[in-house]
């Protein structure tokens, strides 16, 4: 076989190019490289970098205006949060989520970020009662025990109560036992 050398030369003797015929082959074609031409040969497959265009006018007018956005919309949600989550979680209560439409109610029935109205309230309350929220349940059966102006019919206050009371809320079963179960108008 032919040599059996390194491809890169050791001191100034260059780089020997590899043969895989036979010995007598080696020896006719072998000759050594300098490596100003061994760099060459390589040098020719690295391609010039391509400058790039500049980007039209109306690319970095919209990147200003969407930074612009971001920065505004995080003003108003660091200054404003009460009014954000109160219209995210309104969003949330039509696609008809329970404990979103439990949670606008309460806000319109305690005026916090709206303004009051018991009307609101107890159409919410009931949207989230209708789905099962049993703290939405208890709370409209209370609101009918206390008077306000509900849609609840008689004897529905009593099927809202047991619903809550099977649902985890302790004061439903206080509600019960004191007021319904007592003889009140439930």
């Known amino acids: 076989m032919g040599d059996r050398e390194p491809l890169l030369g050791q001191g100034s003797a260059g780089v020997r190019e590899r043969h895989t015929g036979s010995a007598e082959q080696a020896e006719k074609g072998e000759r050594d490289i300098t490596q100003e031409e061994w760099f060459h040969e390589l040098s020719k497959k690295v391609y010039l970098a391509r400058r790039k265009k500049p980007d039209p006018w109306w690319v970095t007018a919209l990147e200003v205006l969407v930074i612009l956005f971001v920065v505004g ?71 009918h025990l206390k008077g306000l102006e509900t849609d609840v019919r008689d004897g529905e206050a009593r099927k809202l109560l047991e619903h809550a009371n099977n649902n985890g809320v302790k004061e439903a079963h206080d509600v019960l036992h004191n007021v319904c179960y007592a003889g009140g108008n439930c």
């Not at 806000?107 to 049993?134: I, T």
């Open 73 to 143: 919309f995080a003003y108003y949600a660091y200054n404003y949060f009460e009014h954000l989550h109160f219209h995210v979680t309104n969003g949330y209560a039509h696609l008809g989520y329970p404990q979103a439409q439990h949670f606008v109610a309460h806000r319109y029935l305690e005026g916090r970020g709206v303004d009051k109205d018991h009307k609101m309230a107890m159409d919410w309350m009931r949207k989230a009662a209708d789905q099962g929220h049993a703290h939405a349940s208890y709370n409209l059966a209370i609101a």
